[in-house]
């Protein structure tokens, strides 16, 4: 799963909960983050080979610290602990299940590589290996991932209010988001080391996270401004 992660973010968005979107951008991709993290250690591992399935290229063969079911609800709890006590410390606006909100969200990433992937997730340390392996077909897994995409971007448009100007640009982001799935999913190219695999995940993630923060700053100036 790539692109379909960020549809619980724009989701999980909403004016009642107040969570900035690029707040839910990173806990989508927290485990992620994590595991891109511990490959660069060599903590986990992974083999970038064409061909492994046909809609991905990762063998991630060895994450139990990132992706096993016990360490993905532990990351889950940290994540909305550490946001609810941020919240606190820094007088943000938020509701009371804003940081269930979060946990929640980061649990999402582990429930949605449940269908992608093949049985490479463990349920504990590196044991039980689950996964429906839908990366297997493409053309459902690239539809899944669009579907997916397009239905948390119209969860977003329609449950937070908006100028119009930003309701464009979030349908542009979304239309990128589409193209490096294309690209992603279909367009050949040879497999890259381990090491700049997960650099890549640091760098695109991060970037994506930055325009979803410039994204909800379109247009809040005026708002504010509105009587």
Known sequence: MFVGHYSVAFAAKSDKNKIPLWVLFIAVQVLDYIWATLVLLG????????????????????HPYSHSLVTAILWSVVAAIVYKVFCSRHGCHYTKYAALVVGLAVFSHWVLDLVAHPRDLAIYDNTWKVGFGIWNYRDPEFALEIGLLGAGILLYLTRNVMP??????VIAFGAALVVIQIGDTYVPRNPLTD???????WIFYTLFVVVALLIEKIGSRRQTSAP
Do not use: N
Not at 164 to 169: G, P, V
């Open 43 to 62: 903590i986990e591992k992974l083999r970038v080979i064409k061909g492994f399935t046909a809609g991905s290229m990762l063998d991630s063969y060895f």
């Open 195 to 201: 090491k700049q695999t997960v650099m890549g995940v």
């Open 164 to 169: 119009a100007i930003r309701k464009t640009a």
